[in-house]
């Protein structure tokens, strides 16, 4: 059966509680609780003792925050890349999730939810400042000019006066079309702005003055790999905070982790369950998730409830926050329950991907014509006065 938020206890008592039925791997449904602790004995009492009982708590064997640049980042968030759900859903999940004791909120302008999510943040009537929020920069905006406008526009859509964590969505930027949307071309894929692309140290420059203006407590990037975070900190007055990532047990991401570790960047794990690709579908889109994994289930057959347990428990353990997508209330819950591998499990799930070799499941390159996550050349590699796209677009050139 779906699982059904309650604002009471099965018991009676005040509290939250939602029942789902069981996973993949699972023989029983689960019932989950969140009651002050002079409810607890009530527990005893509930009638089927073969349902999994599991209490809504902070881990205490795992980090639950971590502190870059001064600033605390929740180690686990939510994020509100949309996939199928309507906005309605969305601003529904945020609401609950920060009922449930979610603190970090993963936004982008890209995702077209920003209004939704403040909503959702609005409704829960938490102070401003308990509640950690990621923003994302549109890749039409990349121009100096554009960057302070678009972070307005999100700001204004959220309902909010500043972000905690504003990032460069990614490091190439796309032509602008009506409403700060992609242009597209005939077929559907965006039009690249390669003058821009290669520009991105200038579109950094134009974030540091966020954090100078008190919009952005921190700045940061979202896709970057060793070459580019190496050009970018070349001439950064404002070391970038974090790195956000597609990182999960096919893609550990163990070279960019140890750069990043080097230069005190922060790393933030995306699609940690692999889950559906983030707008994109890449080479690798449709390979097999880490969720139905029987490598993965095997191991945290244990003492984890299932594999996005066990996964996002690995990735918090090497220092690493999370931001997964879910909207299905019971998972929210069950995220929240992470808990420390043990030495033989840690070892288990780095061998994953030496096993089955590294997939990366949100790639643009078939649809940009260049791959941006090349450690060789900093693509796309273009020549000003040989881009046929500013022939088409001369605008390009007045930013």
Request: contains cysteine; proline residues 8%; hydrophobic residues 35%.
């Amino acid at each position: 059966m779906p699982p059904n938020f309650n604002s009471q206890s099965p018991s009676g008592v005040d509290g939250k509680w939602c029942l789902e039925s069981p996973r993949c791997g699972e023989e029983t449904p689960s019932i989950y609780l969140e009651l002050a602790s002079r409810h607890l004995r009530r527990l005893c009492s509930l009638p089927q003792p073969s349902i999994n009982i599991s209490i809504m708590k902070r881990p205490t064997s795992l980090p639950v925050s971590f502190t870059v640049q001064g600033v605390t980042i929740p180690a686990l968030g939510l994020s509100t890349f949309p996939g199928d759900a309507t906005n309605e859903k969305v601003k529904d999940v945020v609401f609950k999730g920060l009922l449930c004791g979610y603190r970090h909120i993963d936004t982008a302008a890209a995702y077209l939810t920003e209004q939704a999510v403040g909503e959702g943040i609005e409704k829960s009537g938490l102070p401003r400042e308990e509640i950690f929020v990621t923003a994302k920069l549109p890749q039409t905006c990349h121009a100096a000019s554009d960057v302070e406008g678009a972070l307005g526009r999100t700001l204004r859509a959220l309902k909010l006066d500043y972000v905690d964590l504003y990032l460069m969505h990614f490091p190439h930027a796309l032509v602008k079309g009506p409403e700060y949307l992609p242009r597209q071309e005939c077929d559907g894929k965006p039009v690249v702005d390669h003058f821009l692309s290669k520009r991105y140290p200038e579109t950094w420059r134009a974030m540091e003055r966020l954090v100078d203006n008190g919009k952005a407590r921190l700045i940061g990037v979202c896709n970057f790999n060793i070459l580019k975070l190496n050009r970018l900190l070349q001439t950064a007055r404002i070391r970038p905070a974090v790195n956000q990532v597609e990182l999960h047990p096919y893609l550990p991401q163990i070279d960019l982790r140890e750069f990043c570790k080097m230069e005190g960047i922060h790393v933030m794990a995306h699609q940690p369950l692999g889950g559906k690709p983030s707008l994109r579908d890449g080479p690798d889109a449709h390979h097999i998730r880490p969720l139905i994994d029987t490598d993965i289930l095997q191991l945290s057959r244990k003492n984890f409830r299932g594999r996005a347990q066990l996964i996002l428990s690995w990735i918090v353990q090497q220092n690493i926050s999370v931001v997964p997508r879910t909207t299905r209330i019971a998972h929210l819950i069950d995220n929240m329950n992470l808990k420390r591998l043990t030495s033989d499990q840690m070892l288990g799930m780095a061998m994953i991907s030496r096993t089955v070799g590294e997939f990366r499941f949100s790639d643009p390159r078939h649809e940009l014509g260049f791959d941006i996550f090349d450690e060789k050349e900093d693509q796309p590699e273009v020549e000003w006065d040989d881009d046929p796209l500013l022939k088409r677009y001369p605008e390009l050139l007045t930013f």
